[in-house]
């Protein structure tokens, strides 16, 4: 067996230690969605897509806004999800014409995981974090997937605001 040199070495440790901080991040990404989830509970059909005030997002918008962002992150950028729908990309977007899919809370629900599932597939499957994403002309992999671990959790705290807003009962939060 040869022996490795300094470099060599330093490129393994480093790439290790990427592997580490990539993996740590999925596991907060998962968490935060893991606390998004939990909104669901508890919320009738009626309720998904009613929004409490005009300028406030539904959370069944808000899951949508969630789930097309993620979506970006699957093999090839699509999942074949309705919730991968454009019109959930960013909030001046469609704060005037509201957005209301055919789904009920565990259809969403549904969609919500699947797409998270294929967005950690798809982020699986990247060779170089610091690579350009193809949809951000700024942004690396590894930055993307540090604003993914933000991302739900923040649209979490909306989510129960809503349902506070509409009067229910919610387990957290």
């Known amino acids: 067996m040869g022996e490795m040199n ?19 991040l999925v596991d907060a990404w998962d968490n935060a969605h893991w606390e998004f989830t939990l ?12 929004r409490p005030h005009p300028k406030l997002l539904s959370v ?5 806004h969630i789930a097309y962002h ?6 090839n950028g699509t999942v074949d999800s309705p919730l991968a729908d454009k019109r959930f990309n960013y909030y001046y977007d469609h704060v005037d014409v509201p957005v209301k899919l055919e789904l009920g809370v565990r259809q969403v629900l549904e969609e919500v995981n699947k797409v998270h599932e294929a967005a950690k597939a798809g982020i699986a499957k990247v060779e170089n974090f610091d690579e350009i994403v193809p949809w951000r002309d700024h942004l690396s992999w590894y930055q993307s997937l540090e604003y993914l671990v933000f991302h739900p959790a923040y649209h979490c705290g909306q989510a129960y605001s809503v349902r506070h807003l509409m009067g229910h009962e919610t387990t957290d939060n």
Do not use: C, P, Q, V
Request: proline fraction near 0%; charged fraction near 30%; glycine fraction near 12%.
């Open 70 to 75: 993620e979506s970006y992150f699957a093999e």
């Open 39 to 50: 909104i669901f509970e508890g919320l009738s059909d009626d309720d998904l897509w009613r």
């Open 6 to 24: 300094h470099f060599e070495g330093m490129k393994i440790w480093g790439y290790t230690h990427l592997m580490e901080k990539i993996k740590a």
């Open 60 to 64: 069944g918008e808000l899951a949508g």
